[in-house]
């Protein structure tokens, strides 16, 4: 195990979470929860995507969502930005900070955005140069990064290879999605060994979905290896629709238990992010997907009842 004293979590909830609700969640309830999130210790959160309400009607009010959130000092708020369109309704709702998306997968793209990686990336080049020109930081999403719904396995040289133009174009950040949660912690680690060639490990961030249980021994393992950001969602809000009834993103307290097991400091108050996510999983009419949020928040029922 490397020596690492701290992480940093990157939560993802609000908005990856949240995306694929087929019912409308209101306003306010974005609101209320991303201000929870925001005053538990958490130094960056992804809030919404600028999106075409076409595309994702679940985050048509993301200009509001965004305006209307407490914003302390230190936390990072981010947004998920498509397109050129996108980047310039960030940036007048004074968005600082976004992120753009890829995939390792050929396939993949073609089902989710509708062009090829090439395309994708060409396309991302105007949004982080205006991104640049507007002195905004900028994360990359590679989906698939660990295995694919229509292709299957994907090698670490298939991640290399899309990694290799994304970074050319300046982003600051890589996040490496397995997408369908079908990684193993070897390949985990095949796959950090593999991008470290490229770029800093301070520049690498995972993201892990849950689907086959193995997101926290993923995570184990990519801490072992020098990676020290990791996505989370709180209580495992997310599902993967490329996997039905699958479980989706890692949740934030599972991590969390974790780390603070491990004696690595988040810096996050693990309490606030359970009462945070019992009160979105309350509003969505869904039980909770972190083990130890149900677990903690039994042992609170249980001594309320005595």
Partial sequence: M???????LIEVGPRDGLQNEAVFVP??????????????GLTNIETTSFVSPKAIPQLVDNEAVFLAIDKPAGVNFSALVPNVIGME??????????????????????????????ESIIRCAPVIELARANNVT?????SCALGCPYEGSISPQQVCAVVQKIIALGVDEVSFGDTIGVGTPKQTIELINAVADLLPLSQVAMHFHDTYGQAVAN??????????????SVAGIGGCPYAQGASGNVATEDVLYLMHGLG?????????IVM????????????????VATALLGNINTCNRL
């Fill in 219 to 232: 995570i184990y393992a990519a801490l072992a290896h020098g990676v020290y950001r990791f996505d989370s």
């Fill in 2 to 8: 490397n020596n690492l004293s701290h992480v940093t």
């Fill in 264 to 272: 690595v400091a988040t810096g996050v108050d693990i309490f606030k």
């Fill in 276 to 291: 945070a996510g019992d009160m979105i999983c309350k509003a969505l009419g869904r039980k909770n997907q972190s083990k």
């Fill in 138 to 142: 900028i994360r990359a999403y590679i």
């Fill in 27 to 40: 306003t306010p309830i974005k609101i209320a929860l991303i201000n929870l999130l925001s005053h538990s």
């Fill in 89 to 118: 309704r960030a940036l007048r709702a004074g968005v600082q900070h976004i992120a753009i998306f890829t995939a390792a997968s050929e396939a993949f793209n073609q089902r989710n955005i509708r062009c090829s990686i090439a």
